[in-house]
């Protein structure tokens, strides 16, 4: 008997899910426990929030989805190439001009012309097209973080892990920002996924959905709006539980 056709369920459920974290544990070589059973599981493409109190272990789990730390206990499953962008840029951009930063996390095989041209098509893609020569302090801080993001768009990045990104902002840059991360979660050919962390509650209005990070686990993924909702501080500054 030959193959059968593949109904349209079968094909979409083959598409591995961008990220699911199984029961991760991690503790700092002090033996402080950070992340205790923590699972998270991102089914498609988008703009994902997390948000919890200092300490909560969100930077922990990043760092750990992005390789940089190994877990004691648990899975990673993703087939995305990660990239991580922090709060301050100023940490993560080493080289003088846009192009040359650009540069260092480019592929060795490629040549002279691929390079350039996968550099004017990142920030091409952050909106800073001709930026190339630009020295990078004479950028602003919003237009630093948008390099960052380039940074990571350069290196074919599909998930980016996205560090309070907008804590040092103004309100423009802010949105800018996350514009701009909303639509390459949400364009039409491969969409990327952005884990977000954020103390900023207004941030949860552009989400497609949050969840709560507590001692080192996270809650369910609900809606931006009923996650912010939640935890609105009531009159007389008590945060509803
Ligand atoms: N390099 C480190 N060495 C030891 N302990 C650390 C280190 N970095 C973080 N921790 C501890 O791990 C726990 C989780 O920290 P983490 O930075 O992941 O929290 P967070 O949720 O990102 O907090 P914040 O909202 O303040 O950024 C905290 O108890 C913190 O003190
Ligand atoms: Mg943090």
């Not at 949105?175 to 952005?194: F, G, H, M, N, Y």
């Amino acid at each position: 008997m030959g193959p059968q056709p593949l109904g349209q369920a079968t094909r979409l459920s083959a598409v591995p899910p961008p990220l699911v974290v199984e029961n991760l544990t991690f503790s700092w070589p002090g033996g402080s426990s950070a992340l205790q059973a923590c699972s998270l599981r991102i089914e498609r493409p988008g703009l994902w929030m997390l948000v919890g109190s200092n300490g909560s272990g969100k930077s922990t789990l990043l760092r750990l989805i992005a390789g940089l730390l190994q877990p004691s206990g648990g899975a990673i499953h993703s087939e995305l190439k990660p990239a991580l962008v922090f709060q301050n840029p100023d940490h993560q951009l080493l080289l003088p001009s846009c192009a040359s930063d650009l540069q260092l996390g480019l592929p060795e095989h490629l040549s002279a012309v691929q390079r350039l041209a996968r550099i004017e098509g990142a920030l091409e893609q952050v909106g800073l097209d001709g930026f190339a020569g630009r020295p990078i302090h004479t950028l602003s801080g919003g237009q630093k973080q948008r390099l960052a993001i380039a940074g990571a768009l350069a290196t074919d990045a599909q998930l980016l892990l996205v560090d309070e990104p907008t804590a040092l902002l103004d309100p423009t840059s802010q949105q800018e920002v996350i514009a701009l991360i909303r639509r390459l979660c949400s364009r039409e050919q491969a969409p990327l996924t952005a884990l977000w962390i954020t103390h900023r509650l207004e941030e949860l209005d552009h989400c497609d959905a949050a969840a709560r990070m507590d001692a080192g686990r996270i809650g369910p993924w609900q809606s931006g709006a009923v996650l912010r909702a939640g935890l609105t501080p009531l009159p007389g500054g008590r945060a509803k539980r």
